[in-house]
């Protein structure tokens, strides 16, 4: 019979695995000196925006990591880590961990990896620099939408000024 231990890092190995797999993005983040119950809000934010957190030693993170073909962000499982798991909008994670970052600076970003790009820190804070999905996609809408709408005003004004020109023609007559 295995020990409670060994069954427990088997099964926290195999969920990152896992994990890793249905996620878009994975952020690393080092979350010493942060109280618990701030961790707890963070967990809260991120699972409302399907994204979780997990803490795990991190002798089992390396090896998940390892395995699952990220060996270059075991360098950043150094002390007391978690990994966030983001199966949508990574953009949007990004902000709301640094949002955390502005109230609680003893939590660090250290990298993660986007796909099969990794990133390192500066490039997680660039991405939550960029705007929100909703609205990068109004403002391709409003890119899409404006020279139709100069085509509309254009024939409005055609349309306008040959009712005008009819109207002056009517007066002139009727004079």
Do not use: W
């Amino acid at each position: 019979m295995k020990k409670i231990g060994l069954v427990f890092k088997e099964v926290s190995e195999s969920r990152i695995k896992t994990t890793l797999k249905d996620s878009d993005a994975v952020f690393i983040i080092k979350y010493s000196g942060v109280a618990s119950p701030d961790l707890c809000s963070l967990r809260q934010t991120l699972k409302g925006s399907k994204a979780s957190l997990f803490v795990v030693k991190n002798s089992v993170a390396r090896r998940a990591l390892k395995d699952s073909g990220l060996e270059v962000l075991v360098k950043n499982i150094e002390g007391p880590c978690g990994m966030v798991f983001i199966k949508d909008e990574p953009v949007a994670i990004s902000k709301s961990l640094f949002e955390f970052v502005k109230e609680h600076e003893q939590l660090k970003i250290e990298g993660g990896s986007l796909k099969d790009k990794v990133l390192e820190k500066s490039d997680i804070e660039a991405m939550s620099k960029l705007a929100s999905k909703e609205v990068l996609r109004a403002q391709v809408v409003m890119t899409l939408n404006s020279p139709i709408s100069g085509i509309v005003i254009t024939l409005n004004q055609i349309l306008a000024k040959f009712v005008y020109c009819i109207d002056q023609i009517k007066q002139k007559k009727e004079s």
